[in-house]
Nanobody
Framework: QVQLVESGGGLVQAGDSLRLSCAAS????????MGWFRQAPGKEREFVSA????????SYADSVKGLFTISRDNALNTVYLQMNSLKAEDTAVYYC???????????????????WGQGTQVTVSS
């Protein structure tokens, strides 16, 4: 099993920035591609960003491209999501997820990810 713990969420004003962290344990971290998803009340969980095990490939939802940046530090078993220029529509619970593959083809598909964290709340006020 892989355990994932998100942190870094909070209440911010529109235009502010936050950096989310996801600490992983339980297996070789570099073998897992990692993803960030978010879910707002009344909405489906949606893909935000993903990164390959080595960090060499990153993917972003169109809605956050150019605004959010995913990164990872395999020495610390941690993946990050830097969120800049936050908007009210970014308000959601953000979840970290670990895939079984280091380089999944379907990086934006929820079923790609076998392990999920508990989520961290991000609230952006306008």
């Amino acid at each position: 099993q892989v355990q994932l713990v998100e942190s870094g969420g909070g209440l911010v004003q529109a235009g502010d920035s936050l950096r989310l962290s996801c600490a992983a344990s339980g297996r070789t971290f570099s073998s897992n591609a990692m993803g960030w998803f978010r879910q707002a009340p009344g909405k489906e969980r949606e893909f935000v960003s993903a990164i390959s095990g080595s960090g060499g490939r990153t993917s972003y939802a169109d809605s956050v491209k150019g605004l959010f940046t995913i990164s990872r530090d395999n020495a610390l078993n941690t993946v990050y999501l830097q969120m800049n220029s936050l908007k009210a529509e970014d308000t959601a619970v953000y979840y970290c997820a670990a895939a079984l593959s280091s380089n999944p083809i379907h990086y934006a598909l929820r079923s790609t990810y076998a392990y999920w964290g508990q989520g961290t709340q991000v609230t952006v006020s306008s």
